[in-house]
Antibody, heavy 121, light 110 residues
């Protein structure tokens, strides 16, 4: 079964750095774009950006460009979402999601369970 | 890129049909047939219900159907069931090579 397994919940202080992960299984991880989606408490879904693990090509939402960094290590089928300096407003659940292969497949078919990040002093 | 516009809530009785609208622009919904819909139960991850405007993934009930006209997409749930009570989000690929999600609709089964 194709799965995306995300790292566990994090509690951080403002100004701290953080890297959360998303590991794919049962598919060729490097051949599929992986997206990251933010959901702030009680709010809707927001696309942050996507990465192609095969060559680490990345695309960012203008809203998140410069605020986060996407990376991937295809050798261990894992993608990462990184913050250099967290703010309280980064408190949210972050989902990784796979984009299926295909030139017309502009959607996400498999989702991780999400990682809750809480930033509080 | 502003979120696509969805009604905040839609409700219906068991067995009824409901339709959720999703309004965008000529730069997203109106540009391509790349509209998808996701169901999210409380505390759970989103789940793909419709892709490519009207394609149903394997395992999704045929009570769910999608359509599009101009800059507005729609999700119809027929034969409403209690398990359909959830939040629903539309999404579209855009002309700037980004994705945009809708504001979300809470479906309540009366």
């Amino acid at each position: 079964e194709v799965q995306l397994v995300q790292s566990g919940a994090e509690v951080k202080k403002p100004g701290e750095s953080l890297k959360i992960s998303c590991q794919g299984s049962d598919y060729t991880f490097s051949n599929y774009w992986l997206g990251w989606v933010r959901q702030m408490p009680g709010k809707g879904l927001e696309w942050m950006g996507s990465i192609y693990p095969g060559d680490s090509d990345t695309r960012y939402s203008p809203s998140f460009q410069g605020q986060v960094t996407l990376s991937a290590d295809k050798s261990i089928s894992t993608a990462y979402l990184h913050w250099k300096s967290l703010q309280a407003s980064d408190t949210a659940i972050f989902y990784c999601a796979r984009r299926p292969w295909g030139s017309s497949s502009w959607y996400f078919d498999v989702w991780g369970r999400g990682t809750l990040v809480t930033v509080s002093s | 890129q502003s979120a696509l516009t969805q009604p905040a809530s839609v409700s219906g009785s068991p067995g009824q049909s409901i339709t959720i609208s999703c309004t965008g622009t000529s730069s997203d919904i109106g540009a391509y047939n790349y509209v998808s819909w996701y169901q999210q139960h409380p505390g759970k991850a989103p789940n793909l219900m419709i892709s490519g405007v009207s394609d149903r993934p394997s395992g999704v009930s045929n009570r769910f159907s999608g359509s599009k006209s101009g800059n507005t997409a729609s999700l119809t749930i027929s034969g409403l069931q209690t398990e359909d009570e959830a939040d629903y989000y539309c999404s579209s690929y855009t002309t700037t090579s980004t994705y945009v999600f809708g504001s979300g609709t809470r479906v309540t089964v009366l």
